[in-house]
């Protein structure tokens, strides 16, 4: 799968990498890695027609300032593979910039996620997902229950990302409100 995201801050980039960690340490809970990016997805499909789409979301980065968002607690998707996140408070500013960027990026998509539309769009910060099931989520839960998820997350970019099991692979990133020559060619 690929998506359109935001990667996270520096600071809320290393707490969610520490959870990762600490999960895999602690329940064996690795599956999250296979995307290994701590991000929020906006737009998810199975391919992009990544060339045109590159072009289309670097555009609009330089187009969009930066924002924050705010997160609030633990949540779960429920389902025969739950997926444990930390949900993002979805504000109308947050919204219209989805709604914006998702009306941009559909035409580039095959295999959209329909999760991912403005109409459905949870926002969240996935923290385990793919090896766990209704035995493990309990136990996960109870081991971040206790923590502050009551985050404020500077939003400043927007990324092209993969499912991979390479930490190395190439994320292309875009800045928000910067131009082309200060994105450096858009690729970290």
Do not use: C
């Not at 998810?44 to 609030?72: C, G, H, I």
């Not at 035409?107 to 969240?124: C, F, N, R, S, T």
């Not at 081991?143 to 404020?152: I, V």
């Amino acid at each position: 799968m690929y998506g359109v995201v935001s990667l996270l801050d520096d600071r809320h980039n290393q707490l969610v990498e520490e959870i990762w960690s600490e999960l895999d340490a602690h329940f064996g809970v690795r599956g999250i890695r296979a995307t290994p990016y701590p991000h929020f997805s906006y737009h998810v499909a199975e391919r992009y027609d990544t060339e045109l789409l590159e072009n289309v979301v670097r555009e609009f980065a330089q187009r969009s300032a930066p924002f924050s968002v705010k997160t609030s607690g633990l949540g779960v998707f429920a389902g025969i593979q739950p997926v444990l996140y930390v949900p993002i408070v979805r504000s109308p500013q947050l919204s219209d910039f989805h709604r914006a960027l998702w009306a941009e990026v559909n035409a580039y998509g095959m295999g959209i996620v329909d999760h991912y539309a403005p109409e459905q769009w949870l926002p969240h910060i996935t923290l385990a997902q793919h090896d766990i099931d209704a035995r493990t989520l309990p136990a996960l839960v109870r081991q971040l229950n206790a923590r502050d998820f009551s985050w404020e997350i500077r939003v400043d970019n927007l990324a092209l990302i993969h499912n991979t099991d390479d930490p190395q692979a190439p994320v292309m990133r875009f800045p928000l409100g910067r131009t082309s020559a200060d994105a450096a060619d858009g690729n970290e």
